[in-house]
T-cell receptor
Framework: GIQVEQSPPDLILQEGANSTLRCNFS?????LQWFHQNPWGQLINLFY???GTKQNGRLSATTVATERYSLLYISSSQTTDSGVYFC??????????FGEGTQLTVNP | GAVVSQHPSRVICKSGTSVKIECRSL??????MFWYRQFPKQSLMLMAT?????????EQGVEKDKFLINHASLTLSTLTVTSAHPEDSSFYIC??????????????FGPGTRLTVT
């Protein structure tokens, strides 16, 4: 099956810093989503981005489908950004496959 | 965005009893729903795919007689953990998929149910 690798596995930032999270996948995909799992376990949809670039406030994402990777940018990080960020993909005719996540800690 | 609710959020039960978890899509119809299990510090593991009006499809290694799934309507799927044991203690998360529209196959997740079996 498809492999989804996220890096880095852990990231510690000071409030106000910027960061880039990466997601590599091993096969072509029909769908790619980024999620933020908050400390209470809720997965929050950040982006639906099978290709191209999108921005939502301090967050933006870029997927280069031909090169099989996606990037999530977080600018001016806040303590509320802490949590686990998951990348998940749907290969053709299949179901959502998750990466292992990036644990982000933003310190005040 | 679409909203998925899950109930209960937390449940403690005794070993040998059964527990039912409900998952509802509140503002859209979901032909397909999914059930995941998550252990601490790990990613989500798909347990089964629930299709409205038909039998669920279970992932390899998931006991279908222990984890009963019913998808009786386009807005409700239930997971029943039968004869629960301490090793079934985990965080269970449901998800519903949007089938059409501008973002086909986008999935939305419920807030999760933390099950503790004593």
């Amino acid at each position: 099956g498809i492999q989804v690798e996220q890096s880095p596995p852990d990231l510690i930032l000071q409030e106000g810093a910027n960061s880039t999270l990466r997601c590599n996948f091993s096969d072509s995909v029909n769908n790619l989503q980024w999620f933020h799992q908050n400390p209470w376990g809720q997965l929050i949809n950040l982006f639906y981005i099978p290709s191209g670039t999108k921005q939502n406030g301090r967050l933006s994402a870029t997927t280069v489908a031909t090169e099989r990777y996606s990037l999530l940018y977080i600018s001016s990080s806040q303590t509320t950004d802490s949590g686990v960020y998951f990348c998940a993909v749907i290969p053709s005719g299949s179901r959502l496959t998750f990466g292992e996540g990036t644990q982000l800690t933003v310190n005040p | 965005g679409a909203v998925v609710s899950q109930h209960p959020s937390r449940v403690i039960c005794k070993s040998g009893t059964s527990v039912k978890i409900e998952c509802r899509s509140l503002d859209f119809q979901a032909t397909t729903m999914f059930w995941y299990r998550q252990f601490p510090k790990q990613s989500l593991m798909l347990m089964a795919t629930s299709n409205e009006g038909s039998k669920a499809t279970y992932e390899q290694g998931v006991e279908k007689d222990k984890f009963l799934i019913n998808h009786a309507s386009l807005t409700l799927s239930t997971l029943t953990v039968t004869s629960a044991h301490p090793e079934d203690s985990s965080f269970y998360i449901c998800s519903a998929r949007v089938e059409a529209g501008p973002r086909p196959y986008e999935q939305y997740f419920g807030p999760g149910t933390r099950l503790t079996v004593t």
